[in-house]
Nanobody
C-alpha cells in the first residue's frame, strides 16, 4: 500500500507560480513511477506529468510544456510539480498518483494509488 498526501495548492493570479508537493509513504518510493493529473469541474481527470522511479525520464502534457516541471527527491519520498506562467485554464484539483512500476504512465488506469487532491485556482 502507498499513501500519498499533496500540498501546495492555492489561489494565484494569472502569470504566477505554485509548487505542488506529494509525500509518499508505505512503500519503497524509488520503486514507484509517479504522476500528476488534474480535474476541472465537470471534466475528466487529465494527465499532466509523469516521472520514472529514478527520476531520469519525465513527460509532460502538451498543454503544460514549457511552463510546468515534474521532479522528485527519493530520499525525501517526495514528488514535485513546479507550475509557472499559470493560466486560468490551469484551474483544477491536482492529484498525485503512484504506480507499482518504474516506467512512465500516461493514463489514469496505469496508476495504482491516488492522493486526495489539492485545489489550484488561477484568477484572471
Amino acid at each position: 500500500q502507498v499513501q500519498l498526501v499533496e500540498s501546495g495548492g492555492g489561489l494565484v493570479q494569472a502569470g504566477g507560480s505554485l509548487r505542488l508537493s506529494c509525500v509518499a509513504s508505505g512503500r519503497t518510493f524509488r520503486s514507484s513511477a509517479m504522476g500528476w493529473f488534474r480535474q476541472a469541474p465537470g471534466k475528466e481527470r487529465d494527465f499532466v506529468a509523469a516521472i520514472t522511479g529514478s527520476g531520469a525520464r519525465t513527460v509532460l502534457a502538451d498543454s503544460v510544456k514549457g511552463r510546468f516541471t515534474i521532479s522528485r527527491d527519493n530520499p525525501k519520498n517526495t514528488v514535485y510539480l513546479q507550475m509557472n506562467s499559470l493560466k486560468p485554464e490551469d484551474t483544477a484539483v491536482y492529484y498525485c498518483a503512484a504506480r507499482d512500476r518504474l516506467g512512465l504512465g500516461l493514463t489514469k488506469v496505469e496508476y495504482d494509488y491516488w492522493g486526495q487532491g489539492t485545489q489550484v485556482t488561477v484568477s484572471s
